[in-house]
T-cell receptor, first 115, second 116 residues
Framework: GAVVSQHPSWVICKSGTSVKIECRSL??????MFWYRQFPKQSLMLMAT?????????EQGVEKDKFLINHASLTLSTLTVTSAHPEDSSFYIC???????????FGSGTRLTVV | AQSVTQLGSHVSVSEGALVLLRCNYS??????LFWYVQYPNQGLQLLLK??????LVKGINGFEAEFKKSETSFHLTKPSAHMRDAAEYFC??????????????FGEGTQLTVNP
């Protein structure tokens, strides 16, 4: 079945530094990648949607300059949290979708802790 | 606009008992409906999905859900709970556009606890 590999699974960084999270579709072409943020005991909040080769579309209230999304190929999308602060600490999850079909494949998530 | 409401943020059952997790949806177009399970510090795993074929959908791990248009519901059930079923469950809806940009809208989640 479709697999999305997300790395790292957890990361601790110092306040003010940047962190990059990668999601790779291993056996299919991910035309669209969704990036979510999840706070403890809460649901997934969609941050942005990216299509291969295009700029990402950000949800209202999500800072574009802080959460940089790149989707340069059909198998790789990255989320960079720039100048991270403790309030950016969260669980980040990607989800990929193929051009056709109804499937959404989720990565295993990244636990980001900013100290 | 689409939305999903999961009734009950916490459900507790005994091992071997029936599991019933409730989900109601709102959609202006015929929806696709999904149930996902999430274990701590992990991504989401698809349990089952409704895409307009049979209204009773069977999924993995013994779960099933029935699409009831008249009730706008898509409740998740399992006849007999196992300890390993303890997790967070999310109901989600997407519109029926076949384009890849069609997004999922999630419910708030239901934490299932299984007591020995």
């Amino acid at each position: 079945g479709a697999v999305v590999s997300q790395h790292p699974s957890w990361v601790i960084c110092k306040s003010g530094t940047s962190v990059k999270i990668e999601c790779r579709s291993l056996d299919f072409q991910a035309t669209t990648m969704f990036w979510y943020r999840q706070f403890p005991k809460q649901s997934l909040m969609l941050m942005a949607t990216s299509n291969e080769g295009s700029k990402a579309t950000y949800e209202q209230g999500v800072e574009k300059d802080k959460f940089l999304i790149n989707h340069a190929s059909l198998t790789l999308s990255t989320l960079t949290v720039t100048s991270a602060h403790p309030e950016d600490s969260s669980f980040y999850i990607c989800s990929a979708r193929q051009f056709t079909g109804t499937g959404y494949t989720f990565g295993s998530g990244t636990r980001l802790t900013v100290v | 606009a689409q939305s999903v409401t999961q009734l009950g943020s916490h459900v507790s059952v005994s091992e071997g008992a029936l599991v019933l997790l409730r989900c109601n949806y709102s959609s202006s177009v015929p929806p696709y409906l999904f149930w996902y399970v999430q274990y701590p510090n992990q991504g989401l795993q698809l349990l089952l999905k409704y895409t307009s074929a049979a209204t009773l959908v069977k999924g993995i791990n013994g779960f099933e859900a029935e699409f009831k248009k008249s009730e706008t519901s898509f409740h998740l059930t399992k006849p007999s709970a196992h300890m390993r079923d303890a997790a967070e469950y999310f109901c989600a809806v997407s519109d029926r556009r076949e384009t890849s940009g069609s997004r999922l809208t999630f419910g708030e989640g239901t934490q299932l606890t299984v007591n020995p």
